[in-house]
Structure formats: C-alpha cells, structure tokens
C-alpha cells in the first residue's frame, strides 16, 4: 500500500473539515485512532464530536454554513497531476508558423459548449439556494459575464426564496431568481457565455422551468441527477424556526421536524442551532427523459442541458445512452471530492468515481456510441479543477483525432473562493485592517491591488463603476490568470486554437494513470517517430 493512502487512513478520525483533530499524529492505519486512547484526553476527534453533536460530525463545519465552501481530503490515487503536457518544438497548428505570428497572446482560448460561445472553456456553479450563493451572487455573475463564460443557478433557488410567489403549487415569482438572472444579464455582452438555470424534483414540481424560460427569458434549462460530492439531494442549514416550517409546507425534507413541539423547543433552549433542508432525487426513466428533453423545448428552452454525479460505471453508460437518446445539447459529469456548501464530508471523501477515472469511463462509453453513429452531446467534465494545466488536460484526453469530445469544464468551489477573498480584503482595506505585507507588496487600496482595474476601466468605460470588487477578482482568476496561462501552454504545444489539442499532447507520469487512460508514458511515446526521425 502506498504511503499516500496510508496517510488517508489517520484522516478518519482527525478531518479539518468537521475541525477535528487527533491528540497524537502516529494514529492507526486501519482506524484513524490515536494508539492510546485517553480518558482525560481534552481533545476533539471525529468520534469525541459524534458524542457530543451526533449528525453535525457528519458536514462541515456548520457554524460556517454560508461562508465557507468544502471539498474532499483523500487522495484518490490518479489526479491530473499524474500527466504532464508534451511541449512541441517544430512547427505550429492553427496559426502560420511564423516566429512573428506564433506568440501566445495569438492563441484562441474559445470553445462551445451546447451551442453556447466561451470566451475560456469554463462554465461556473451550479450555485444553488445555499447561503454562499446568495451572499456572493452579486460577484459571482457579474464576473462570469465580464469574462465571457457561463454560469448556472444551481436547484432550489425558488423554493427557498421567502418571497417566491406559489399559485396552485407552482412558481409565480421568484425576487432571488429574477435577481440572479437580471445581475449577469447587467454586464453580459450577448455574445460570449449564458446564464443556465438548473432544475432538480423539486424544481419540476414547482415549474421552475417553465417560470424561467417564460417570464425570466433563460435559454438553457440544466437537469440535475446528482453530483461528484454526493448521491443524494442538495442541502442546506436553516437557522429559523419559522423558514423551516415554511420549507417543510412546501414540501422539502426538514430534518428534525419544525412542527414537532419537542423540536420546537429544543431548538429554542438552543440545544441545536438549524435545520437541515434535504431534497429528493429523481428516478430516470429513458422513456420519461425523452419526453422531458422534447416538452421543454416545447416550452422554449432553446438548449437543454443534464447534469449527473459520480456514478457507478454502469449509471454513466445509461446517462451516455438517454442524453444521446434526448439529444441534451451538453452533459455535465462531476467527480468524486468536490463539494461546495454542505456535503456529507464521508461522501466526498469516499463515495463516487474521482474525476480522471470517471472522464475515462465518459469516453469510453461516447467511443462506442460514435461507432454506432449514434449522437453525443457535448460533454462537460466537473470534480476539483482550479486552475489552467488541469483544463487543457481534461480536454486533451478527449480528442482521438476528430476534435475534443470534451468541450470544456465546470467550476464551483474555486470561483467562489476569488469572489470571497476579493470582497474580504476589500472589507480589510475600508477598515484600514489589511495586512501589513500585503498593503507593502500590492498597495492598500482596490484601485491598486487589483491589478486588472486599469484594463477592466478601459473595457468597460463608465459600466466599471458598478461593477462589485468581488467580480473584478472573478475576472483577474479567470480571464487574466488562467486565460493567460493556457494560452503559453497552448502556445508551448504549439496549437494556437483549443480544439485542436488531443492525446499526443499527453504524456502519462505513472503507469496507473497510463493503464485508466491509455495515455503512454515519456519514454513510450513517439517511438515510430524516433525510428523515422534517425533511420
């Protein structure tokens, strides 16, 4: 066993997601436990908070819920950083091969994906009803469109607004969603990127669907079946007594029982301090799913789009079959370890298929259904990306030789934590609170440390004036840093458009991530090509 999952095993009983710790570091491989366990040991490890708080030992960090984003610590033996990208010295594709011409700022980073043009091949949520949403919406969207990419509401957004308006049990008006549609439409050019709203149970039952495409004017409408991060609905915490009775009225889950008098009491001795909100999973049928894609375009969806989780095997080979069946205009595969607000944290770590294994298995199952002549929808992979190498690598991987079947990626946890960092530091600077080291390398005001805020001035001219500093951190993280960056990796293999990078720019760095993928190792690759080069 490597020493790397030797590691994982001390996290069972120690996690700094639920904030717990074990009183030594040498605990035991198979359990997580200190060797010697004290009777008077003051300190909290999974099973001290367990005894204390029960089901909280389950999630992150609740008395952060809305403020803190969470993911997963294993390590999962096969990750992105297991390939490095092949740099190619002779010649260039997609640009003459001209010194003059063949710099980097010349390489195109756009992409479609579902019809949708991208500045960068990023789409960002889903950010859905959970409190971290909401509060860094405002930074989140107006970022999203300055950078020319997509961004998708996430489930249960009319459900758990307090103002939504329900006749007949189903969605008249949402402020929340109508918020977050009109604040990307503010600063959206309408060319480059989209807003896409995304449905789960819930939503259906409330015709959310309906609600947006009609009254709001979205042109994409997501299907959720699940998630890399877990297998169950989404969650959140709700902090009143009275939210949660309304949201249990509506018919979401609530977790204990707000109409309970015991609970209602208990919660009011502060005994605990929120409720959890669980919705349901649906039940795919192929039949139903056809219909599904056929009736909301019925409705005017212009595009229609699916999201699933890190399923078994077998869950991906039906999802490849329905969405070719439902002609879905993109399919959104999540893997394993991502999380945004309140994911069970044994779920992230140890259920579903982490995200290179689980791209395999994508393309596996899109091979044959192209052998068939079957149609594949764009496909779309989620899970852990945070920066630019693991992007081109995801797409890489996916083009045999006819272009990317991967158009592109998903990100959630990353975008939300630029957003926070810039608007937290920006609260720091109005306080004059900033850290020392900081204001001395970078400045202590926003004009000066956020170093796009000349460009972003000349971009938009008076419009910067209402743009959020939290968007103008969005756009420095995605637009100039990693928009940048894959430019001169792109450059550095010489393919000056996205599309064309494939395989052969892959380089394998160990013979698991060689045998899943099929990518060869360095000194496997271009043996034919060293034959004829010296024959």
């Given at each position: ?25 040498d605990?035991?491989?198979?359990s997580?436990?200190c ?22 030992a ?6 952060y819920?809305g403020?803190?984003t ?9 990750d992105?950083s ?63 469109a300055?950078?020319g990419?997509?961004?998708i ?7 758990v ?14 402020k929340?969603l ?7 439409r ?6 480059y ?31 959720k ?14 902090r ?25 009491e ?20 192929e ?22 989780g ?26 394993a370890?991502?999380?945004?607000g309140?994911s ?19 393309l ?15 496909l ?7 920066e630019e190498?693991?992007?081109?690598k ?5 083009n ?19 957003v ?10 109005e306080?004059?609170?900033l ?6 390398d970078?400045?202590?005001?926003p ?5 796009c ?41 010489r393919?000056?458009?996205?599309n ?14 060689s ?6 190792m360095?000194?496997?690759s ?10």
């Amino acid at each position: 066993m490597s020493k790397e999952v030797l590691q994982n095993s001390s996290y069972l009983n120690g996690k700094s997601t639920t904030g717990t710790v074990t009183r030594v570091k040498d605990t035991s491989s198979i359990s997580g436990m200190c060797p010697v366990c004290l009777y008077d040991c003051p300190v909290l490890c999974q099973i001290g908070l367990a005894a204390f708080r029960g089901r909280e030992a389950i999630y992150p960090l609740p008395k952060y819920f809305g403020y803190s984003t969470a993911g997963a610590l294993k390590d999962f033996g096969l990750d992105w950083s297991h390939f490095n990208i092949q740099a190619e010295l002779l010649g260039a594709e997609g640009v003459e091969p001209d010194p003059d011409k063949a710099i980097f700022p010349n390489v195109s980073t756009e992409t479609v994906i579902g019809g949708i043009p991208l500045k960068l091949p990023i789409l960002i949520g889903a950010y859905g009803s959970t409190d971290v949403a909401r509060i860094n919406w405002d930074g989140l969207a107006a970022g999203a469109a300055i950078s020319g990419i997509g961004i998708i509401v996430g489930e249960n957004v009319c459900g758990v607004d307090p103002e939504s308006q329900i006749t007949n049990g189903k969605v008249t008006y949402s402020k929340e969603l109508e918020r977050r549609v009109k604040t990307f439409r503010n600063f959206w050019d309408g060319k480059y990127g989209d807003i896409i709203v995304q449905t789960n149970v819930e939503d259906q039952r409330l015709g959310v669907d309906v609600y947006a495409v009609s009254k709001l004017e979205v042109n994409c409408i997501e299907r959720k079946w699940g998630q890399g991060a877990k297998a169950i609905g989404g969650e959140i915490r709700v902090r009143s007594l009275e939210r949660a009775i309304e949201l249990k009225r509506r018919g979401y889950i609530v977790i204990p029982d707000p109409e309970d008098p015991n609970v209602q009491e208990a919660f009011k001795q502060k005994m605990f301090d929120s409720f959890e909100r669980h919705s349901r999973v649906g039940m795919p049928k192929e039949k139903d799913v056809v219909e599904d894609v056929e009736w909301l375009r019925s409705q005017g969806a212009k595009k229609v789009s699916l999201k699933t989780g890190a399923y078994r095997p077998a869950d991906v080979a039906f999802t490849m079959k329905v969405a070719s069946e439902a002609r879905f205009d993109y399919v959104t595969f999540d893997g394993a370890g991502g999380g945004t607000g309140m994911s069970p944290v044994p779920m992230m770590d140890e259920m579903g298929i982490p995200t290179v294994y689980l791209e395999a298995i994508v393309l596996k199952c899109a091979q044959i259904l192209k052998k068939k002549g079957k149609y594949v929808p764009d496909l779309v992979m989620a899970g852990g990306f945070i920066e630019e190498t693991q992007i081109y690598k995801a797409i890489a991987l996916s083009n045999f030789g006819e272009g990317p079947l991967v158009k592109g990626v998903v990100m959630g946890r990353a975008p939300l934590t630029a957003v926070m960092k810039a608007k937290y530091f920006v609260e720091l600077a109005e306080k004059g609170r900033l850290p020392t080291s900081f204001t001395k390398d970078y400045g202590d005001t926003p004009e000066k440390f956020f170093r796009c805020t000349t460009d972003l001035k000349a971009k938009l001219g008076e419009k910067f004036k209402e743009i959020p500093w939290g968007a103008v951190g969005l756009y420095s993280y995605l637009y100039d840093k990693i928009g940048v960056s894959l430019q001169q990796l792109l450059a550095g293999s010489r393919k000056f458009k996205l599309n064309l990078i494939n395989r052969k720019d892959l380089g394998a760095l160990t013979e698991r991530a060689s045998k899943f993928t099929g990518i060869p190792m360095p000194h496997e690759s271009d043996i034919e090509l060293i034959e004829q080069i010296l024959g």
